[in-house]
């Protein structure tokens, strides 16, 4: 079972910025595209963005883009999320993922909270 180790969650004000990172463990070099879904209070998991790992191409959600950045340390296995001008609607549980040969392998989850 491979972990993902994601930290940087937190509680902001509305306006607010968070980064999210998440770590795949060393070693790993099948790694097709990493990224991140979140889980709303009460709601499905959603995409956000993700970032394939041969060429960094990037794809994000309408509600992602232009506030969120997803970026890459390849030597580190390793995706950042960066999320300025926070809003309430952005709080929920962030998950990030590796798709491994083809499989999405999850992390534990980190909590984002935005208050207005």
């Known amino acids: 079972q491979m972990l993902l180790v994601e930290s940087g969650g937190g509680s902001v004000q509305t306006g607010g910025s968070l980064s999210l990172s998440c770590a795949a463990p060393?070693?790993?070099?099948?790694?097709?595209?990493m990224g991140w879904y979140r889980e709303p209070p009460g709601k499905e998991r959603e995409f956000v963005a993700r970032?394939?790992?041969?060429?960094?191409?990037?794809s994000s959600s309408d509600s992602a883009k232009g506030r969120f950045a997803i970026s890459r340390d390849n030597a580190k296995n390793t995706i950042y999320l960066q999320m300025n001008g926070l809003e309430p609607e952005d709080t929920a549980i962030y998950y990030c993922?590796?798709?491994?040969?083809?499989?999405?392998?999850w992390g534990q989850g980190t909590q984002v909270t935005v208050s207005s």
């Open positions: 060393e070693g790993i070099f099948s790694i097709y595209h």
């Open positions: 970032i394939d790992w041969s060429d960094g191409s990037t």
């Open positions: 993922y590796a798709n491994v040969l083809g499989v999405n392998r």
